[in-house]
């Protein structure tokens, strides 16, 4: 199984696995798309493929990676456990003394494997086929969603935004959504913490404009790259190359220095001006399910767009979970575990749920050996890139599966003395937490729901778990398909 190489490419092969519908009835982007892709999001239904959007030059494609199977397609893969296998496999060297996070990451970009997979320049690329600049560089092209009633606007929901290090000029790719302000403007909505952020800071530091490109689509991976939090030292370009086992294919812009995927659907290009005031940008539905609140942020000035001849316009939408946008997330849990174990090797598995919204809850299993160890693991994860965001972390023990957070919080819940196993710090807060005591600023709760150790002053039996003998269990279960009480095994 290969991993796609453009969103076309995927597209066909989604629906010859029938797990894509097209739909031939002209359709509003002005919130009917959302009315009508919401309940197909949360019934795990099949990818959708929009061919009349009213107003709108080309199709629109949305939920492709709305699913297990979809998600791990779009990677090359049947299942994601084979690439974090593949990470697992790189990450066994020998690290620098210590095995600090940093040390960790800096050699990385330096393992072999991962280098064979830096980026190709190719002359042409599809996404140049057609070059609009001027009056004819609009955004009028494009079906852009107004997803939800009280949205500032339409927005641009799954970009791959480019830009570059004004001082090494070491590229960025990052997942920032785009508000339409007009045919030729939209709002920029990256946050402090991020890449595509540091740039304009220092490009305003150096008094110059930044360069920034915009890619939809490409290949399903570089998608997925650019809202992975991958470490510092990590580009975008080469994860994605990576992933798919074969380098990225990039091209020269056309109107700046800026590399962006030669297999892209469409090219915004353009800049932001540091000097120029912000202009307040949202509300917006956003994957928290409540509206982010409206703010001041840059504007991005489009200076030309360039697009294949026959072209589509790939998009999501987002709000209350779970939605395609769980699985872009399930995906960098399963994906960067082996990191994660690399660190901190006692940690069995982690998971994300939906209703966490990627940054309220995490649950995590350890191998415990040692006292305080759940509060040694809550602290570190803390201290892991976007892992700070984490408003509550809870622990539990090896033998629970932490993919059922039903099963999880039932082992939490009877494991734990509220008073002794409840820990409260402070730390960075995701821009997008309404309930964040200041901006960027929030608490945050660990709970120890592992079982106690004597270590730990715990004195008295710890209880067993109730289990049925398992010869007496599997008999009784063979009767009670028989008697047609129980369906039969897949």
């Known amino acids: 199984m290969q991993a796609p190489n453009n969103m076309r490419q995927f597209v066909d092969d989604l629906e010859s696995r029938g797990e894509l519908k097209r739909i031939s009835e002209e359709v509003d982007p002005y919130l009917e798309v ?4 919401d309940p ?20 629109l494609a949305i939920n492709l990676f709305g699913s297990r199977s979809r998600m791990a397609a779009s990677l090359g893969v049947e299942d994601l456990q084979e690439i974090a296998d593949r ?20 050699v990385l970009p330096k393992l072999k494997e991962l280098k064979a997979f830096a980026p190709k320049t190719v002359k042409e ?15 009028d092209l494009l079906p852009i969603l107004t997803c939800w009633p009280d949205d500032a606007g339409p927005f641009i929901t799954l970009p791959q935004v480019i830009t570059a290090d004004p001082d090494t000029g070491k590229h960025n790719v990052g997942m920032y959504r785009l508000q339409r302000f007009d045919a030729r403007t939209t709002g920029m909505h990256w946050h402090r913490h991020k890449g595509g952020a540091a740039h304009y800071e220092r490009a305003g530091e150096l008094g110059q404009k930044l360069p920034v490109a915009v890619a939809l689509g490409g290949p399903p991976a570089s998608t997925y790259a650019a809202c992975a939090p991958l470490p510092e030292n990590l580009p975008e370009y080469m994860f994605t190359g990576f992933l798919m086992r074969r380098p990225l294919e990039v091209v020269k812009a056309k109107t700046s220095d800026l590399m962006v995927p030669a297999q892209a659907e469409v090219i915004l290009e353009g800049y932001v001006d540091p000097a120029e005031p912000l202009r307040t940008e949202g509300p917006f539905g956003d994957h928290t399910g409540y509206y982010s609140l409206a703010d ?14 026959d072209f589509l316009y790939p998009t999501t939408i987002v709000g209350i979970p779970p939605m395609e946008d769980y699985y872009l997330g399930m995906a960098t849990e399963r994906l960067f575990l082996p990191l994660i174990q690399t660190v901190l090797p006692e940690v069995v598995d982690y998971h994300m749920p939906a209703e966490g919204v990627f940054h309220n809850l995490v649950f995590v299993a350890i191998d415990k050996k040692h006292p305080g160890q759940a509060y040694k693991v809550m602290n570190a994860l803390w201290g892991q890139g976007q892992m700070m965001f984490a408003k509550l972390i809870v622990v539990v023990d090896a033998d629970v599966d932490v993919q059922d957070p039903q099963r999880a919080w039932w082992e939490a819940l009877n494991h734990i003395d509220p008073q002794r196993d409840v820990l409260f710090t402070r730390g960075p807060a995701d821009a997008l937490d309404h309930a964040a005591q200041l901006p960027f600023l929030h608490s945050k709760m660990g709970i120890d729901g592992t079982r106690k150790l004597k270590d730990e002053g715990f004195t008295r039996p710890w209880p067993e778990r109730i289990e049925m003998t398992p010869g007496v269990q599997a008999a009784a279960l063979d009767r009670l398909k028989g008697w047609g009480l129980l369906p039969p095994e897949k």
């Open 34 to 37: 959302t009315a009508l892709s």
């Open 40 to 59: 197909v999001m949360k019934a795990t239904g099949p990818a959708l493929l929009f061919e009349r959007v009213k107003g709108a030059a080309c199709p």
């Open 87 to 106: 990470l697992k496999g790189l990450l066994e060297v020998e690290l620098p003394s210590g095995g600090l996070v940093a040390k960790l990451m800096s």
């Open 125 to 139: 690329a599809p996404c140049q086929e057609v070059v609009l600049t001027g009056d004819e560089a609009s955004l």
């Open 296 to 309: 001041d942020y840059p504007v991005f000035h489009i200076t030309a767009i360039t697009h294949r001849k």
